[in-house]
């Protein structure tokens, strides 16, 4: 064999041990796609109009078939459902309507089945008033005192008879955060509704209880847990008095049972949250060590700023937090009016928390936020898929949100949610959550499919004909099926590894462009305005191919995937998103891999 044909064989295999090595260091989450599962709407397999888990268990595949590497489940404990499950009454247990502790373990055995992995929402702050441990405490009985948050009543010169709170704290569901219990003759302290009372995590005891029902369910082999208003759990400690300060106004409202009325500056993002967080970490890295498998994750639920997020990750003195503290950015600080300007600051300053050797994340919506097409304009569903899932790190759907499903109207007499009931008729629909939780849209039939029982727990989506997985199968361009061909794309060495840069074209072009020495460089490019737009990709890429590849389009976009473009003159209509393709010459190819060959030597 000729010398040089040999010396290109040897700097292909360097290259190739080298990118392998690469892959190991990158665990199984750390660019996986996650769904989010809410139990109640995703599928009725019993015919009660209420989703299940046996419907959950039966529509896995779909998930596998999506893209998806794993998935949390909004709660399916038993709970008396004053929150739709975020009020447990019993954290070991399933609710009945959802099915048995069976079904659930047949659910973890057909996930594992198909290389799925399942996370659990871990609600700690709260339990449902009618948990046992709140009926003893109320009660007094020994050991139980002080599970719960309790407080005496304020003197109340007016009318002794009728107490008045400990102080001015309000509950994030409007209204004072204190319920009188007259068993105990004392108030005690609920962020939620008054049947989810704050649990008391400055008692060891509770501590413990939490996390031996962490081991609970990692015995039955969950993957991990997505933690629930984290930061809440610790409120400032009483005073020598036993007393709480009262918060100071905020001035952003005049409205005094909002929770905006006040500055959460005891109840809301205290230090000791976070340290709760390493302690659940260290107890699940244990459980591997000791049990072995993949690593067990943890996804936290806050809503706080960068500064009050970054900490979630780690901290300096070295402790580990959550892989995932959820970035809601997307959600938080995107509306239908940003610019290309403000996606990339909203990107890049998500990015600057994140080092070295941790992955981002990205959420596009949850059960408690207006849906992306509601929120964002439908004519940037697709678009937002390729934001989200051509940048790098993991992404997290909410059910429904990759067939484009967006808020349903729902009336106020069909309204169940209590943040939007305890508002009264005239201001239900600003808070409510119902609109965001209706059943998932499977098919065209009748109920679209998710029950073939007579009527659902919350009206079936006026667009559920159109809008739905079995329709948009068959649509080459549907919302369906780019974020399927997203989600395979992203699997791609480029989009795992490669470099990453975001671009504001002009206020209204906003460009990604991932690069990998070795493989190929893509470029999204997305039109957020109603006009036309024409780019010339060498003023923002060097070196760029002079003709580039559709490699994904958004729905209204007269191209297809594998059509070519000029680089220099590139048209985007209104709205027009996709994600383009730019092949490097084997030259540059052998170029860069003789480049890492020195580096290397
Ligand atoms: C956050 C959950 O996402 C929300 O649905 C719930 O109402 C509150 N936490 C209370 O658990
Ligand atoms: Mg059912």
Redesign the pocket.
Known sequence: MHWMWLLFLSILSTSAIRLKSDQHTKDWWERAGFYQVYPRSFKDSDGDGIGDLNGITEKLSYLKDIGMRGFWLSPMYKSPMA?FG?DISDFRDIQPEYGTMNDFRNQITEAKRLGLKVILDF?P??SSDEHEWFVKSANREAGYEDYYVWRDAKPNPDDPNKPLPPNNWLSGFRGSAWQWNEQRQQFYYHL?TAK?PDLNFRNPKVVEEMKDILLFWLDLGVDGFRI??VGCMFEVPANENGDFPDEPLSGTTEDSEDFAYLEHIYTIDRLENVEMVYQWRTLLENYQTQHGGDTRILMT?SWSNLDIIKPYFKDIQGHEGAQMPFNFRLITELNITSTAYDFKNVIDSWMAIVDDGYAANWVLG???RSRLGTRMGEQRIDSMAMIELTLPGVSVTYQGEEIGMTDVDISWEETVDPAGCNEGIDNYAAKS?DPVRTPFQWDDSNLAGFTNGTGTWLPVGSNYRSINVKVESSVAKSHLNIFKSLMKLRESDTFLYGDWRTIAINEQVFAIVRDLKSSNRYITLVNLGSSSQTVDAGKFVKNISKILIYAIVSGASSHNPGDSVTASNIVLQPYEAFVLEAERSVDRKMRAEICERWLID
């Open positions: 929150d975020y609600v702050n709260h939620f989810q629930d208003s639920e949850n059960h408690d959550r």
